[in-house]
């Protein structure tokens, strides 16, 4: 879960992103706690980053469903 914060902040890692996300499914985070982690980080990372993040975790999401 840090490692995905961390990428979320950084930014412009969409890609490696995607993968944390696929990690953090397979060990049973799900949709909604992923949400909850990005909306947390808002005041400190910024809504255009938190918005990407959301993005990959909806995407990442229909791959599993």
């Given amino acids: ?10 930014g412009s890692c969409e890609n490696q992103l995607r993968g944390h996300t ?11 706690k992923l949400y909850s982690v990005v909306e947390q980080c808002m005041p400190y990372v910024g809504y255009p980053r938190n918005l990407n993040a959301m993005g990959v975790i909806d995407e990442v999401a229909k791959a599993f469903e």
């Avoid at 879960?1 to 950084?10: E, K, N, P």
């Fill in 1 to 10: 879960m840090i490692t995905f914060c961390f990428l979320l902040a950084q």
């Fill in 22 to 32: 696929a990690g953090n499914f397979g060990v049973g985070n799900g949709k909604e």
